[in-house]
Every structure is written in structure tokens, then in C-alpha cells.
């Protein structure tokens, strides 16, 4: 996880994570027949098994995180720059990050507030007043090792603390590339159709070409999902707790559970005792939201771990959580190739 969580991956820039992916499934190759490919937007697929008989069963997990993107250079050699995906401004300021290729080094900026008028410190920085700050003096030296369209990471090592917790960036969904990987090392009794997914941030569109592409029966998506069991946020609305397992959606914005795989999903967890919860509420959303609705549409579930601050530099994810998610992921999966139909047979 510590790897995943450094390497650089801003969406549409998934290069280094698929690279250290593809690397490690070639060096433990799933049993049986496979084969892996990269589709043209940038999706590493690995298909296993496709000759058994039964459903075929897609599991996915997003590569891309967020970030920011420079977008033009001023004569001073500070860059603006835009969100790629969705981020909070006001957790910009004084955030070290890493631009393009090169990692050039450099910090977030924006007027200090010893500067600002009395009105100015009761707002949010906006985005227009924010700047990166790459030590550059002109023009020319910043666009001697930065380029328009380069993305920018944020600088943060992955640490472990606390009582089996780690923090760091891009566990959403690197932390699910992990899980996946586990998955794709043990023996199926059916097709498992892998996809390590891009641009997930910037609208699923990297599943919606996967789904297309491996045409799915059912679909498994494993997940990150926002946790706020923080002390002044009303119970009712904190969506997920950690420590508490992994989170069942049964909807959430872009799609609907299946309610048979949720049912599947949730007798097994509790047949095996592992610990679980409901994602509370409707929001946020996935890559099953683009796999359900792919050519004759799919099955689809998701499984997601809950992670404190979520897009921000610092995730906090629970190691317990992270183990249950997996093995009710394990469990589940056999069980779906046992009880589910192909394709929309048996409806």
C-alpha cells in the first residue's frame, strides 16, 4: 500500500501506477489461462479464466487520484493551475506538491493574511487567487521544467500510526488497486475479468470503455468511500465509521445495487462474522455507475472502505477494515459464481 499510495497518478496521467501494477501481475501471474492488455484510454485489463463456464464476474478499482493541473505561466514564473478531479480549496494553501515527469518541486500560495483586508479573512481562498510556486523568477525559467497540462501531486509519505491505522495520499483508490491484486492471485471457479480503471475522478469514464470492452455480468467495485465519525458531525450524517469493516452501498449517485448481490453480499459477511456496515445516505458514486449501464448493462455492487478525509493530502484508512473488505470481497465473488445466472438470465 505504502507504494501505491506515492507513486504519481492524477487522473489521466495513470502511467507509473499501471507500470507497478502490470509489473507485479506479471511477476505472480493469476493460475490458469490469462492474458493482460492496456486499452486505448489507458485501462489495464486482465482477463482470467474466460473459458469457464459461469457469469463473468468484473472487478474494479480505479488507478487515478486527484490533483491539480497547471494551466498557464505568468510573466513571474508563478503557475495557476485547475482541479483535476474534486477538491476542497480551502485545503490548498501551503500544500507541497510535485509537477509533471520532472516532480519539479513546489508549494501552493496565495496573498498571506497578514496582507488581506478584514473582509478578505472571512473568506475561502478562491482558485483564481491561489498559485503555484515553483521557484522560478520569469517565465522562461518556469517553462524551462514545467509544461501546460502537467499534473501536480501531492507531496505526502505514507506513514502507519496509531492502532493499525495509515495515512497518505491516493488511497482512494489505490488501496482498492491493492485489494485487487490480492484477488487476481488466487484460483477462480470463473471468468474474472480484472480492470484497473483510469479517470474515475473525472467522470467513470475509463470503466465505461472497460465494461464495454469485457461485457460483464455482474460487477464488483472495490472502493473508497467518505468517513466523517468525527465529534462535532450529527450521527445520521456521518456515512461510514472507521474500524467498523467495509461499507455496502445499496445506492449512492451514479447507480443502484443490485439487490440480489447485495443480499449475497451481506449473508456473507455475516456467515463468516466479518464485520460490516451500510454506507448511510445517497451520495457520492463509482465506477459501477458507468459498468451498470455498458452495452446490455450489468449486475453491479460495490465494497468500500471508509477513509477520513478523503481527497485530501492525508487519508486516513484502517488496516482491520482493509483485511475484511478483502476476504468478504473473496467470500462473496465464489459465491456469485456459484448463485448468479449469466447475463440477464433468471430475472
Known amino acids: 500500500m505504502r507504494y501505491l499510495s506515492e507513486l504519481d497518478g492524477v487522473s489521466g496521467a495513470e502511467g507509473p501506477v499501471r507500470a507497478w501494477i502490470r509489473e507485479r501481475v506479471e511477476a505472480k501471474p493469476p493460475p490458469g489461462s490469462?492474458?493482460?492488455?492496456?486499452d486505448a484510454?489507458?485501462?489495464?485489463?486482465?482477463?482470467v479464466g474466460e473459458e469457464?463456464?459461469?457469469?463473468?464476474?468484473?472487478?474494479?478499482?480505479?488507478?487515478?487520484?486527484?490533483?491539480?493541473?497547471?494551466?498557464?505561466?505568468?510573466?513571474?514564473?508563478?503557475?495557476?493551475?485547475?482541479?483535476?478531479?474534486?477538491?476542497?480549496p480551502r485545503i490548498l494553501p501551503a500544500q507541497v506538491v510535485r509537477i509533471g515527469e520532472r516532480r519539479v518541486p513546489g508549494v501552493v500560495g496565495g496573498k498571506p493574511i497578514h496582507?488581506?483586508?478584514p473582509e478578505e479573512r472571512k473568506k475561502a481562498y478562491r482558485l483564481e487567487e491561489l498559485y503555484l510556486d515553483i521557484g522560478a523568477r520569469s517565465r522562461n525559467e518556469a517553462e524551462a521544467v514545467v509544461?501546460?497540462?502537467?499534473?501536480?501531486?501531492?507531496?505526502?509519505?505514507?506513514?502507519v500510526f496509531g492502532e493499525g491505522r495509515v495515512m497518505g495520499k491516493a488511497l482512494d483508490d489505490r488501496a482498492g488497486c491493492l485489494m485487487l491484486l490480492e484477488l487476481l492471485r488466487e484460483e477462480w471457479p470463473g471468468p474474472f475479468l480484472a480492470a484497473f480503471t483510469v479517470q474515475e475522478e473525472v467522470g467513470l469514464r475509463g470503466a465505461q470503455v472497460a465494461a464495454y470492452r469485457l461485457e460483464p455480468d455482474a460487477a464488483l467495485v472495490l472502493e473508497t468511500t467518505s468517513c466523517a465519525d468525527l465529534p462535532d458531525v450529527d450521527p445520521a450524517r456521518q456515512t461510514t465509521r472507521l474500524g467498523q469493516g467495509p461499507a455496502?452501498?445499496?445506492?449512492?449517485?451514479?447507480?443502484?445495487?443490485d439487490p440480489e448481490m447485495v443480499r449475497i453480499l451481506v449473508r456473507e459477511a455475516e456467515a463468516a462474522r466479518i464485520p460490516w456496515q451500510w454506507k448511510q445516505g445517497v451520495?457520492?458514486?463509482n465506477d459501477a455507475g458507468a459498468i451498470q449501464t455498458q452495452r446490455g448493462g450489468a449486475r453491479v455492487a460495490s465494497l468500500s472502505l471508509p477513509c477520513r478525509y478523503l481527497h485530501q493530502p492525508g487519508g486516513v484508512l484502517s488496516l482491520d477494515d482493509y483485511q475484511h473488505a478483502l476476504e468478504l470481497a473473496r467470500r462473496a465473488l465464489r459465491a456469485w459464481a456459484r448463485e448468479l445466472p449469466n447475463g440477464g438470465d433468471g430475472r
Not at 484510454?41 to 482477463?47: A, D, E, I, P, T
Not at 445499496?250 to 447507480?255: C, E, G, P, Y
Open 115 to 117: 496582507l488581506q483586508q
Open 41 to 47: 484510454l489507458g485501462n489495464l485489463l486482465v482477463r
Open 52 to 88: 469457464k463456464p459461469g457469469p463473468r464476474l468484473m472487478v474494479a478499482a480505479h488507478m487515478d487520484e486527484v490533483g491539480l493541473m497547471v494551466t498557464s505561466v505568468e510573466d513571474d514564473g508563478l503557475l495557476h493551475f485547475r482541479p483535476v478531479g474534486g477538491i476542497d
Open 147 to 159: 509544461s501546460l497540462g502537467d499534473r501536480v501531486v501531492f507531496e505526502r509519505p505514507f506513514e
Open 248 to 257: 455496502v452501498t445499496f445506492r449512492d449517485r451514479t447507480s443502484i445495487a
Open 283 to 285: 451520495a457520492g458514486g
Open 34 to 38: 490469462w492474458r493482460m492488455e492496456t
